[in-house]
Each structure stands twice: as structure tokens, then as C-alpha cells.
């Protein structure tokens, strides 16, 4: 017995013993006669052909089927009598065949005993179907010819579906359909390699910001703006050409990949396309909208730059369109990116300043025009450089926002306000006199200001009418609901609100009517067209009585002349602030202007 002898010479003594009783057993037990072989044939071929969910067949060695059980029946589509004599490519598509898959299949399971086959097959009737299958070979006969072989395959569509799925919500947006930031990135960075090889040199990246996207969607609503998303996404991919590839980064941000950019102005040409498609309005459920985008352009050179550097040019370049004024667009330039390196120091100081407290305040007199006399001042923060002196806000606000500093920086104002205005008020014995603090949207929307106003107020013994917060049209791109809910807490605890800047940004009347504001700053461009122009004074007296309209005190900011001043005095406006009265000053100097009557000295 060939298998005692194995296993004799496998282990020791007593284990060849054992193993030797135990194999007899065995073979006594399964003896194999002639009757049991076919038997155990014959359960065989009943095991396989009920085999359902998998296609088992053997085919000789031409590729010609010989058995077909009922699972390739039911996974191919053909009975037995329609395929056994026919050969086994009929189940693959015609660019399969044409590339010699089927004869490429048979010779590998001939050489090395087994091939693999995982693709799309053809189901009888031409369906699609992708399979996972495994050729054997089958054993050589006595002469050592190999006999043929036995296919065993399934149906795994559903998993390869549910797979290309997985991969492609990892590559694509699911909104637009368009690749996404990471895959963009691949697509970039494989273009840029390929090209480097053959030689292509040029190409261009171009990132489309759309502007104000933000108060589409709080005005709007997600789904309209989603609308709007999906159909910039579609006009972009109309603009270009059909190499090209369009990509969404980010919620409103879009970049492009143009490739082989012989000129320049190829890549110009189709950033106009793209503000003449804009232009036109794009319609939604029946409403009109118009919308912008902010365009940032790098020409590339697959030579010199990477994806990222590429990515990076086109990214300061948007960022230059924006601080433009948005809807333009910027071509990257050398200088633009020492700008950015400029930025980046700014934020890296504003991140000392906020720590060392580098700031104080000026104060600006607001004069009441109708009783001729001072009646508080606004809080306007500057920074004390330590390298550049005097910063003033305009130059780090923005950036203290966008990096979320300014939350800290305006609470400093607001603490420090506070404590100045109650020192004067105990000095001069005037608690009537107020101060009006700036806050940023962010602060404004921040979830600890109701806390930090009343924090201040108390820690001062200050009224709560003392104190005014200027806020701009910006807090209208917040949500709606979260700032009514603030400005109804603020109006409870008795401070009041002030519009500031009006007439600059984007609110809506309807809007700006449901807050409980009690001050319209007239924005200093109108009062600065006041001059001989009759124009000049027929806008300013618009808005003063839109103002009253609406129910609100008109504030004037920035008058510098009498003609001024005697105008929006006619016009009915209340009250006014601006050189004519007095630059913002330190606050010792503000000191000595409280009690003061029109017209203040202009201090330099
Ligand atoms: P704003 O609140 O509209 O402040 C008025 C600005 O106009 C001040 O500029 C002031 O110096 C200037 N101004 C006042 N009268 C005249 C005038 O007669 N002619 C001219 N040409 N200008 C006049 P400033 O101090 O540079 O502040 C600029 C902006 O920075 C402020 O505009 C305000 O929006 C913001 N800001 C100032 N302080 C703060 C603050 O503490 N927090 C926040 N978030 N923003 C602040
Ligand atoms: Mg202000
Ligand atoms: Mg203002």
C-alpha cells in the first residue's frame, strides 16, 4: 500500500504504526472498487452540475467545450446543447477575442497549471457581465498529454459595481460628477509627468471662485444653491475643450486643468469664455440668478513645476482676484507670490500681536447735528507695530478674520472701550456720554457675545445703553435665523445696534427691517458726493429717508466740509462723525473734546 509506505517513511516507529493501522481502517473502510468510482463519479457530476452560482465547464485542448454544468447555464445564459462542441470565446467580448485572450488564457493554464480570468464577459443575448474565473489544467494521461481543461467561474457584477462605486465617491464629487480635489490633484500630477515626456511643456490651471456664494445659499436655500453648483459645473465643461478636464475643490470652488497650452493666450481664451458664459443669468426653479466667479490662472510648465506648485500659483492668483474685487480674473506673476510670502508674515505677526496685546484704541467724536454737541465717540482699533509703528485696521482686519483672530482682537476693543468710556463718564460726570465698538461678522455670530458684552459691561459698572456695536451688511451672508436670534438678545439687554457702512454691501431691505437696529451709518463715499453736485445730495437724501422710513436714526460718516455738514444738517440726518469734527484720536486727546459743542477743531 503506496500510502502506509509514505507514511512510514514520514514518521517514526510508533507513528508509522498508527498511521499505517489507521490508513488500512481507512482503506478497508473506502475500499475503492470500480462500483464505488463511478459512484462517487456519478455523485460528483451531480455535486457539480447542481452547482448554480458557479459556471463549471472543461473544453479540450482547441478551447471547444466538452461539459457544461447548469451554474454556466444560468451564468452565461446558454444551455448545455447550445455550447458543448462550440468554442469558449463565445463568452467573451469582441475586443477580448481580437486581442487573444481566450488562446492567451488556454496557454497559460497549459504552461503553469492555473490562469486567472477576472473581466467583462458576454452573456447570451450580449449583456455585459463581469466575471471572476480560474482555467485548471486538467491531469496529463498516461502518455503525459495534458487532457484539457476546467473552468470554474462566477457572476461578480455586483461586487465590481458596488467596488467602481467606493472608487469613484472617492474621486468624484457626488454632486457635480466631477473628479474632486484629490483626484484632480492625481489627474495634474499624472498630466504633468506625461507631458514632461513627451516633451509637451505647457499647460495651464485655473481655479474659478464663485463670489458671494454664501449669501446664495443663506438667501437661496442648500438646495437652490446646489442647483446653481451643478449648472456652473456643467457650463464649465462647455467652455472648455474636450482634453481638458474640469474638477470641483471645494463647495464653491472649481479648478481646471487645460492642457497642451501652446500660447498663453489659449488659456485666455477660454477664461473669456468662461465670463461670457457667466454673464448670462442662470435660471433655477423659476428664479433668476447671476452670479460671478473670481479666477485665479497659472501657466505651468511641465519642465519646472509640480501639481502643487501649479496649484499654488493658481491659488495666490484667485486670492489676488478676489482682493480685486472679485468677479475678474488674475494671471499668476513672480510679484503675486511675494505678496502671499507678505501675507503669510502678517499672520504670523498678528498671531504675536494677539498674544502680546499690540493694540489700542482711537476714539472718534459723534456729534448730535441736532443739538450741536458731542455725544460719544467710536472705538477704531490700530496696532502698534513693533518694526512698522501705527497699523491701521484696514490692513490686518481682513486677514485677522480670515484667520480667525479677530473673534480675540474684538474683544479686546470691546473690553477695553468699555473701561475708557466709564473712566470718562466718572471723570467728566457725564453718563450719558457713549461708545460704539465695530464687530466683525465672525465675532458677531460667535456663540460667547452675549456673555463677553455683558461680562464687560458689568466688570465696568457701565449702562447697558452706554454701549453700541457697529455691525456691517456682512452679517446678513450669516444665517438669518442665528443673527435675529443675537440682535433680539442685545436689544433685551438694552444695547443698541448700528448698520454700519450702508449702502455698501448686499442687504436686502426685507432683511434689514426684521432686525431691531436703531442706527443707519450713512457710508462715507455718499457723504463724500456731496458737494456741488445736485446727484450727490439727491443720494444722500435718499438714504437719510430711508433711514427714517425705516424707522431708523441717520448717522453720517466722514464729513469733511461745512457743505457738508450744512447739507445733511438740512437734509434732517441726526448725527455725523468725520474730519470736520475730529480725526480718531488717542484717547487722552478725546478727553479733553468731551463736553464739546459744534463745530470741534479738526485735529490733525
Ligand atoms: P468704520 O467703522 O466705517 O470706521 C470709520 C473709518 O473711517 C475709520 O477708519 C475712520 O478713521 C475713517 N474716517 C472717519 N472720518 C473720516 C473722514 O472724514 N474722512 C475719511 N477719509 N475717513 C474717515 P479706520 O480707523 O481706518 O477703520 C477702518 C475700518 O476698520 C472701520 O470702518 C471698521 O470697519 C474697521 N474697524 C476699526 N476698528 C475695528 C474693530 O475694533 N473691530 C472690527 N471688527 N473692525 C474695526
Ligand atoms: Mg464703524
Ligand atoms: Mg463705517
Not at 511643456?201 to 445659499?217: G, K, P, Q, Y
Not at 519642465?303 to 491659488?315: H, Q, T
Request: contains cysteine.
Amino acid at each position: 500500500m503506496e500510502h502506509g509506505l509514505t507514511g512510514r517513511a514520514r514518521t517514526g516507529l510508533i507513528g508509522a504504526a498508527t498511521s499505517l493501522l489507521k490508513r488500512v481502517r481507512d482503506a478497508t473502510y473506502y475500499r475503492i472498487t470500480p462500483e464505488r468510482l463511478r459512484e462517487s463519479e456519478e455523485r460528483l457530476r451531480l455535486l457539480i452540475e447542481g452547482v448554480t452560482d458557479y459556471a463549471i465547464f472543461s473544453i479540450n485542448l482547441d478551447g471547444t467545450i466538452l461539459f457544461w454544468n447548469s451554474g454556466a447555464e444560468h451564468v452565461f445564459g446558454y444551455s448545455e446543447a447550445e455550447v458543448v462542441g462550440k468554442h469558449f470565446s463565445l463568452m467573451y467580448t469582441a475586443d477580448a477575442i481580437a486581442a487573444g485572450v481566450p488562446d492567451t488564457e488556454i496557454a497559460r493554464a497549459a504552461e503553469d497549471g492555473v490562469a486567472l480570468d477576472e473581466a467583462w464577459h458576454v452573456r447570451r443575448g450580449g449583456d455585459l457581465f463581469y466575471a471572476s474565473g480560474e482555467m485548471t489544467r486538467l491531469k496529463a494521461d498516461a502518455d503525459g498529454n495534458p487532457r484539457g481543461f476546467v473552468k470554474i467561474a462566477h457572476d461578480v457584477t455586483t461586487r465590481i459595481e458596488a467596488f467602481e462605486t467606493v472608487k469613484r465617491q472617492a474621486l468624484y464629487d457626488d454632486l457635480t460628477q466631477l473628479p474632486n480635489r484629490a483626484s484632480f490633484f492625481e489627474l495634474l500630477e499624472r498630466y504633468i509627468v506625461r507631458a514632461k515626456q513627451e516633451g509637451d511643456d505647457r499647460f495651464a490651471v485655473i481655479l474659478v471662485d464663485l463670489d458671494h456664494f454664501e449669501s446664495i445659499n443663506v438667501s437661496l436655500g442648500h438646495v437652490m444653491a446646489d442647483g446653481l453648483l451643478v449648472q456652473v459645473a456643467r457650463l464649465l465643461e462647455r467652455c472648455v475643450r474636450t482634453n481638458d478636464i474640469v474638477a470641483r475643490l471645494d463647495t464653491d470652488r472649481f479648478a481646471i486643468l487645460l492642457r497642451e497650452v501652446v500660447e498663453p493666450e489659449d488659456a485666455m481664451r477660454i477664461v473669456e469664455r468662461i465670463e461670457e458664459t457667466l454673464e448670462h443669468s442662470i435660471y433655477l426653479d423659476g428664479f433668476e440668478i447671476h452670479t460671478t466667479a473670481s479666477m485665479g490662472i497659472a501657466i505651468g510648465s511641465s519642465a519646472r513645476d509640480s501639481a502643487e506648485d501649479a496649484l499654488r500659483d493658481a491659488d495666490i492668483a484667485m486670492y489676488e482676484a478676489k482682493a480685486r474685487g472679485r468677479a475678474c480674473h488674475v494671471v499668476f506673476d513672480r510679484e503675486m507670490q511675494d505678496r502671499a510670502a507678505l501675507r503669510l508674515n502678517l499672520q504670523m505677526d498678528l498671531r504675536r500681536a494677539v498674544a502680546r496685546l499690540e493694540f489700542f484704541n482711537e476714539y472718534q467724536p459723534i456729534v448730535s447735528l441736532e443739538r450741536s454737541m458731542l455725544v460719544g465717540f467710536e472705538a477704531l482699533v490700530r496696532w502698534n507695530h513693533p518694526e512698522r509703528g501705527v497699523v491701521l485696521p484696514g490692513e490686518f482686519i481682513p486677514e485677522a478674520e480670515s484667520i480667525g483672530l479677530i473673534v480675540q482682537i474684538d474683544r479686546w476693543v470691546l473690553h477695553e472701550a468699555c473701561r475708557q468710556l466709564r473712566a470718562w463718564q466718572v471723570q467728566c460726570g457725564d453718563d450719558a456720554l457713549t461708545v460704539s465698538v465695530n464687530l466683525s461678522i465672525k465675532q458677531f455670530a460667535h456663540k460667547n457675545l452675549l456673555d463677553d458684552i455683558r461680562e464687560a459691561l458689568e466688570q465696568n459698572h457701565l449702562a447697558a445703553q452706554s454701549l453700541k456695536l457697529e455691525i456691517t451688511e456682512t452679517v446678513f451672508m450669516e444665517d438669518f435665523e442665528t443673527i435675529s436670534g443675537t440682535a433680539a438678545l442685545l436689544r433685551e439687554l438694552g444695547v443698541e445696534l448700528y448698520i454700519d457702512d450702508f449702502g455698501t454691501g448686499y442687504s436686502s431691505l426685507s432683511r434689514l427691517t426684521r432686525l431691531p437696529l436703531k442706527v443707519l451709518k450713512v457710508d462715507r463715499i455718499f457723504v463724500n458726493q456731496i458737494s456741488g453736485d445736485p446727484r450727490g445730495v439727491e443720494i444722500a437724501r435718499t438714504i437719510v429717508t430711508l433711514a427714517h422710513n425705516l424707522g431708523l436714526v441717520a448717522l453720517a460718516e466722514g464729513i469733511e466740509t461745512e457743505v457738508q455738514l450744512t447739507t445733511l444738517v438740512a437734509l434732517g440726518c441726526e448725527f455725523g462723525q468725520g474730519y470736520w469734527f475730529s480725526r480718531p484720536v488717542g484717547a487722552d486727546v478725546a478727553e479733553t473734546l468731551i463736553g464739546h459743542r459744534l463745530p470741534l477743531l479738526v485735529v490733525q
